[in-house]
């Protein structure tokens, strides 16, 4: 009986490795798309797992290094020389010097898509006060030879990091994809003018023109371990223009005697006010922010000027040029109502970031990939954001690009946050922002490696 029974299991055993066999063949032949992607995507993930781990020391060693040694924007020299150091070693072709310090990096494997993973390298005048062990100790003096701290409050460590990592996987395992590899580390992105540098450089003139481009940013309220996303429009227009209010000086106490800049500057802070309210579309999102005056030097001293910095913002090229122009009249109206000379009103082109739109088919591939890889919960969907980023640039250059946001906070951390708003997050750019290395890096770098190898696995 015994004996007989378990022929009998045998027997069935047999059936139905032999049904789940037709199936797979079954499934295969009704859908050989979405079935061979599923399964080839588990297996890149496999591979990828393991070339991480065997990696990930090397990783968290270059991310505290980086992190200890920010460089500002347009000084990238040590770090872009580190990161051409980590790419040649792992047979990258890499030219510096690509604009500024930008660095490019081509891997050729074949005939196939050519795709872009871009990193940004500099950091922020911030002084660090995160009191981790390796936080920046970094002390530089700005251009104006005040000094600065110098920190990496953006993440841009991270996003090198998470970089270099993807290249190395995606090197080591080159029997499972095919076509070239474009990996560009860019200066200045803080100041609006990397992308731009790189791009009047040549970038993609003299290498390979990419088919897709994909770059992350660290995202200061999202938990690590999960990754967001926006389709479309993602970051606004940002603009940075000069207001040079001229007056009159004098004494504080003969004020007849003058045309007070303060006040006329005052006058124009307000008289701003009304532009966004009273004549932009309220459904056409647009912030006009003064975030810097500074005028004169003594209580009872009416100074002849005060400086102005103002931060513009739009989604619209439409509404960019109305914000721009309305500056311009309102400031100039109110020095002609004061009796003043006329201000100087300056913007700064190079400092223009246009508005980021991700391409919708490739976001919502690969947002696809990372539900599968990720688990879908740990996906989210983002509403756009004022910010600028100018990965848009390379957008704008006609290339369908990816941006999207990387975790990098303790889950509990961000719960707490959540319940108690008396304690909320640093945010980027803040001395506080700490991502959590080990889970952030592994996040960035299977997420950035499945991305890639989805339009170029074979
Ligand atoms: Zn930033
Ligand atoms: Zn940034």
């Known amino acids: ?25 079954l499934t295969v032949s009704a859908l050989p798309g979405e079935d061979r992607s599923s399964s080839a995507t588990t297996k890149r993930v496999a591979a990828v797992k393991e070339r991480l781990a065997a990696d990930y020391e090397r990783m968290e060693t270059l991310y505290k290094h980086l992190h200890s040694n920010p460089e500002l924007s347009l000084h990238e020299a040590a770090t872009s020389a580190r990161l051409a150091q980590e790419l040649k070693a792992i047979g990258f072709d890499v030219t510096q010097r690509v604009g500024g310090y930008g660095l490019v990096g081509v891997l050729k494997n074949g005939d196939g898509p050519t795709v872009m993973v871009r990193t940004d390298m500099d950091a922020l005048p911030v002084i660090e006060r995160t009191g981790l062990p390796y936080a920046s100790k970094v002390r530089k003096r700005d251009k104006n030879e005040n000094e600065v701290g110098v920190m990496h409050a953006c993440g841009h460590d991270m996003h090198m990091t998470v970089w270099t990592g993807t290249a190395r996987v995606l090197a080591s395992m080159k029997d499972r994809w095919k076509g070239t590899l474009l990996f560009i580390a860019q200066p200045a992105e803080e100041i609006g003018a990397g992308a731009r540098m790189m791009l009047e450089a040549g970038l993609f003139k003299k290498f390979p023109r990419p088919d897709y481009a994909f770059a992350l940013h660290c995202a200061a309220n999202l938990p690590h371990g999960s990754v967001a996303y926006t389709e479309g429009l993602a970051m606004a227009n940002v603009d940075s223009v000069d207001i040079i209010v001229h007056g009159k000086g004098g004494h504080g ?38 975030g810097s005056i500074h005028g004169g030097s003594k209580h009872n001293i009416i100074p002849n000027d005060v400086h102005m910095q103002l931060t513009v913002r739009s989604t619209k090229d439409s509404v960019r040029k109305h914000l721009l122009d309305g500056i311009r009249r309102i400031a100039e109206a109110a020095a002609k109502g004061a009796g003043a000379p006329l201000p100087e009103v300056k913007v700064n082109p190079a400092e223009f970031t246009p508005a980021l739109h991700n391409d919708p088919a490739l976001t919502s591939k690969t947002v696809a990939v990372f539900k599968e890889v990720l688990g879908p919960d740990k996906v ?43 304690r909320p ?8 922002f700490a991502p959590v290395p080990e889970p952030t890096i592994k996040t960035g770098v299977l997420a950035m490696s499945v991305a890639v190898l989805h339009v170029l696995g074979k």
């Open 1 to 25: 009986m015994r004996q007989q029974r378990r022929v009998s299991n045998q027997g069935r055993n047999k059936r139905v490795l032999l049904m789940a066999a037709a199936l797979t063949l």
């Open 425 to 432: 997050l640093p945010s980027l750019h803040s001395d506080l």
């Open 253 to 290: 106490a003969a004020p007849h005697t003058t045309i007070d800049p303060v006040v006329l500057a005052a006058r124009i802070v307000l008289d701003l006010q009304t532009l966004v309210s009273r004549e932009i579309n309220p459904i056409d999102p647009a912030v006009v922010t003064v």
């Open 380 to 422: 989210v969907s983002r509403p756009p954001m004022m910010g600028g980023e100018d990965f848009s640039r390379y957008g704008r250059a006609r290339v369908p690009i990816c941006l999207f946001w990387l975790g990098t906070i303790d889950p509990k951390r961000v719960a707490e946050a959540e319940k108690d708003p008396a």
